[in-house]
């Protein structure tokens, strides 16, 4: 049986990838083969077919980082998943093709009542903010998120992580977000420019002033998740940040 996929040759910008026919991949002992319904685009799909990412596989491969599927066959050994289960997978390459062969470990089931293009663009976005805020931040009540740029896939998350957050750690959590879509509930209520959010209350907007060092100042403990790192570069040798600083990504 044969299946179709992109098909990266030789390095590259995307109009250099092909179009191809392939031979339909078969699971070996702990593996599975997906039948792919979604596989999104990011921007680690862009720098790995160029030669310019942490990840460098072996030409030719089919670049696509994640994907949301149903299980097509699996291999000696896999116990988490079956054929015929919704699954999506983090797979880092190989996600642009009709069907892709990857460790069971990579799998998780496509949560109830998601369809598979949100699944698909899920797992990358995310799983980068939530390890930030988490993992590297440590959020704890009391402290403040500011989000800069807070416009593409991840500011998006960070802010209804942020939120989310909010609802365990108590009202002692604030969220502040610069250029983004304020949410809650997974609707956008309102667009502004360096906008504070109480994130337990989304509707509570206020305007924060121009310059970055001014609010940054009267913060206390704090964490940053920067998609526009120059601001706050300037921001602190301002000198105007005299409390505890923990700038993420």
Do not use: W
Not at 55 to 68: I, N, V
Not at 131 to 141: C, E, I, N, Q, W
Not at 160 to 187: F, H, M, N, P, W
Not at 190 to 201: L, M, S, T
């Amino acid at each position: 049986m044969a299946m179709k996929a992109v098909l990266c040759k030789q390095y590259g910008p995307p109009d250099t990838l092909t179009f191809e026919e392939l031979p339909s991949p078969r699971a070996g002992a702990g593996e599975v083969v997906v039948s792919v319904k979604a596989a999104s685009v990011n921007f680690p799909d862009v720098l790995i077919i160029q030669n310019k990412y942490q990840f460098k596989p072996p030409l030719p491969f089919s670049p696509g980082s994640e994907l949301a599927g149903v299980v097509k066959e699996v291999g000696a050994g896999v116990t988490n998943v079956k054929a015929g289960d919704k699954v999506i997978a983090f797979t880092t390459y190989g996600a642009f093709a009709e069907e892709v062969k990857t460790e069971a470990g990579r799998l998780l089931p496509l949560p109830e009542g998601m369809d598979f293009a949100s699944g698909a663009a899920f797992l990358l976005t995310y799983g980068t903010s939530d390890h930030a805020l988490r993992d590297r931040g440590a959020l704890k009540a009391g402290e403040t998120l500011l989000v800069l740029g807070a416009a593409g896939g991840v500011g998006l998350a960070a802010i209804e992580i942020g939120k989310a957050l909010c609802d365990l750690l108590g009202d002692g959590y604030r969220t502040r977000v610069g250029q983004a879509a304020i949410i809650e509930s997974g609707t956008s209520d309102d667009v502004r420019d360096e906008a504070e959010i109480d994130a337990c209350q989304p509707r509570r907007v206020q305007r924060l002033p121009d310059r970055m060092e001014i609010p940054l100042a009267h913060m206390g403990q704090h964490e940053i998740l920067d998609m526009r790192r120059a601001q706050v570069i300037e921001a602190v040798a301002f000198g105007k940040v005299g409390h505890e600083l923990h700038l993420l990504g």
